[in-house]
């Protein structure tokens, strides 16, 4: 599981340079996450351009990394594929989630670097 990220002026911006979160790989999923969010800014987008396919198991490994980082954190996702999206639509967590088209317009200006 390959986890890279990001800081800007506003927020984490975590990529999953995996095509693919599924059982195999959910609880490294989970765990990676809950050290990359632990002294974060308040706001975490997840860059999931890379992501092709999402089972259950991944589905659920989201759910658990947004409760472990709410209320106190902001948990977005962005760049769902066409496939992803729509198993988010089928289990109706596109209602849960704040889903972004892109990371760019999830930051609203772009990835400027926070020092």
């Known amino acids: 599981m390959e986890l890279a990220h990001t800081d800007t002026a506003t927020a984490r911006v975590i990529t999953v340079e995996e095509n693919r979160i599924d059982a195999a790989i959910a609880i490294s999923f989970k765990d990676q ?5 632990e002294g974060s800014p308040d706001r975490i987008v997840l860059d999931m351009t890379q992501v092709d396919f999402i089972d259950s198991s991944g589905l659920g490994a989201i759910v658990a990394v947004m ?3 709410c209320p106190d954190k902001s948990f977005e996702l962005a760049n769902l ?5 729509k198993v988010f639509k089928l289990t109706r967590m596109d209602t849960v989630f704040t889903i972004h088209a892109s990371v760019e317009a999830a930051l609203g200006n ?6």
């Open 33 to 37: 996450m809950r050290e990359l969010t």
């Open 110 to 115: 772009g990835l400027a670097d926070a020092d």
């Open 67 to 69: 409760k472990q980082a």
């Open 81 to 85: 594929s066409p496939t992803v999206e």
